[in-house]
């Protein structure tokens, strides 16, 4: 959890410090690397094309949940024998008004994430879309959940962020349960 506070205080910085040079018009010779009004690219892996991330993209949980559809998709799909009547997938649904649903029986509903947690996950998104962070990770495991974390971005475009095992990767745990800790009592 210590770990979750310090990611959330170093996004909450870097949200203030992006918001100021979006302000302030930018860096000198900034322009491409994703400050100040310029753009950053990445890969959607799925389909090979170039994604621009911008800042002049919304970002305030405000502005951001004036957008219809889904933002982020979360599939959890248990990869060990189980009964017939189980279905292997859960999957959880975060739209960008803010809320997460999910399909799960013994799901509480749909819920409003905090703004922060809302900020926190989109940063991730935009961040691992960017970067590409996940796209060469792998864990080597044969049984247990594997997930699925799929990021719509502001156009409605789909960019997978990360499909497998996860058990040793920190942010990623983090996200899953910043995502599931809504849904369940």
Request: with cysteine.
């Amino acid at each position: 959890m210590e770990k979750i506070g310090k990611v959330r205080e170093i996004l909450g910085l870097v949200l203030i410090v992006a918001v100021g040079l979006y302000l302030f018009g930018g860096c000198a010779g900034a322009e491409g690397d994703g400050i100040g009004g310029g753009s950053g690219k990445g890969k959607d892996k799925d389909k090979g094309k170039d994604i621009e991330v911008t800042m002049d993209a919304p970002v305030t949980a405000d502005d951001l949940q004036k957008l219809e559809g889904d933002m982020f998709v979360l599939e959890s799909t248990i990869c060990e024998p189980i009964p017939d009547y189980m279905d292997p997938t859960t999957e959880y649904r975060v739209t960008y008004d803010g809320y997460v649903y999910c399909d799960s029986e013994y799901s509480t509903g749909p819920a409003k994430l905090s703004d922060e947690d809302y900020m926190e996950l989109y940063w991730f998104c935009v961040h691992a879309v960017k970067t590409d962070e996940f796209s060469k990770y792998y864990e080597d495991v044969c049984d247990g959940d594997t997930y699925k974390f799929t990021y719509y971005d502001t156009d409605g475009e789909e960019f997978v962020v990360y499909d497998g095992y996860c058990y040793d990767n920190a942010d990623l745990q983090d996200i899953i349960a910043l995502v599931t800790g809504y849904v369940y009592e």
